[in-house]
C-alpha cells in the first residue's frame, strides 16, 4: 500500500494547488470509501469551505477546512486515506491535471476518471478527486490520528528509541507498528533494515545504541530517497525482492521469509 512518501507526495500536491478554492460541490456517494458518512453528509459539511491546510502524520493525510457564513469557527478536518492505490488529482480549470499518491505500473491517462471515489468541485470550475482502482481508500469527516506514533520522517532520536525498548518483538514487526512509529510500511521497512544491515526477525530487545542508531539514519536516508525519487518503489533494494534475486550491495542470494505477517526480503550474507 502508499507509504509516506507516497502520501506526502499527495498531501504537497494538494498543499501546492488545492488550497484557498472555494467548493461548489462534492461526490461523496460512494458508501463504502465515505463510510461511516451517509451520501451528502460531507457535502453539506463542506460547501462554501476552503481547505485552508494539508497535513500528514505517517500514512494520514487530512486537510484543514475553513470558516464559512460569516462564522469565526472553522470547519470539520477532512480525512483521505489512500488505501492500497489511491491518488489524488487536482485539476485546473482548463483540464490539467497534477497528481501524488501512489505509484501505478500501468501509469494513468489524464481525464481517466474510471476509479473516482470523491471529488471536490471548485468554484474556478477545477477539481480535487480521489482515484482508486482496488477501492481500499477512505474519506472521513474528523479522522482519529490520536493513536498515531511519532511521524517516521520526523521522529526524534529519543522517540526512536523508546519506540524500541518495549517489548521482544521482531524489529521489522516494531517498523510497522503505526501506533509505535507512523508511516513505514512493508517495502520501506525491508530497505531500512538492508541499509543498517540488520536481520529484520531480530529482537527489539537485542538492539545495541550502535544498532539503534544505524536503524535511525537508514529510516531518515530511505524515507529521502524515496520521497525524491517519486515513491518507495524506486529505493535500491526493492528490484532484488524476488525470487532469485541477489543483494545489490554484496551479490548474495536474497531470502525471502515471513515476519509479522509481512513478507519479508534479506540478505543472506549481511542479515543472518
Known amino acids: 500500500m502508499p507509504e509516506l512518501p507516497e502520501v506526502e507526495s499527495a498531501r504537497s500536491v494538494i498543499a501546492r494547488v488545492a488550497l484557498g478554492r472555494v467548493i461548489v460541490d462534492v461526490d ?8 461511516p458518512h451517509r451520501p451528502g ?4 459539511a463542506l460547501l462554501g469551505r476552503t481547505l485552508t491546510d494539508a497535513h500528514r502524520r505517517g500514512k494520514s493525510m487530512w486537510c484543514d477546512t475553513s470558516p464559512v457564513n460569516g462564522s469565526a469557527v472553522a470547519g470539520p478536518p477532512l480525512g483521505i486515506h489512500l488505501g492500497m492505490s489511491g491518488k489524488i488529482v487536482v485539476a485546473a480549470s482548463d483540464g490539467t491535471e497534477t497528481d501524488g499518491g501512489d505509484y501505478w505500473d500501468r501509469g494513468r491517462q489524464p481525464g481517466d476518471r474510471r476509479y473516482l471515489r470523491f471529488s471536490l468541485t ?10 482508486d482502482p482496488r477501492r481500499l481508500g477512505r474519506v472521513r469527516l474528523d479522522p482519529l490520528i490520536d493513536r498515531l506514533g511519532p511521524d517516521a520522517g520526523l521522529i526524534t532520536p529519543s522517540q526512536f528509541r523508546a519506540a524500541l525498548a518495549r517489548g521482544s518483538a521482531p524489529v521489522k514487526a516494531r517498523l510497522l ?3 509505535s512509529i507512523a508511516g513505514i510500511g512493508n517495502l520501506l521497512a ?13 529482537s ?3 538492539l545495541s545504541a550502535d544498532d539503534i542508531s544505524r536503524l535511525l539514519r537508514a529510516v531518515r536516508q530511505a524515507i529521502r530517497a524515496a520521497v525524491a525519487g517519486g515513491g518507495v518503489h524506486t529505493l ?14 554484496d551479490n548474495a542470494p536474497m531470502v525471502r521469509s515471513t515476519v509479522g505477517g509481512r513478507t519479508t526480503w534479506r540478505c543472506s550474507r549481511e542479515q543472518p
Open 28 to 35: 461523496d456517494t460512494d458508501t463504502y470509501e465515505c463510510r
Open 204 to 206: 527489539v530487545q537485542d
Open 236 to 249: 535500491s533494494v526493492v528490484p532484488f525482492r524476488k525470487p532469485g534475486g541477489r543483494c545489490p550491495r
Open 41 to 44: 453528509e460531507i457535502r453539506t
Open 177 to 179: 507498528d503505526q501506533e
Open 190 to 202: 525491508d530497505q531500512i533494515l538492508w541499509q543498517a544491515r540488520i536481520s529484520p526477525g531480530r
Open 122 to 131: 471548485f468554484d474556478d470550475g477545477g477539481s480535487m478527486a480521489l482515484i
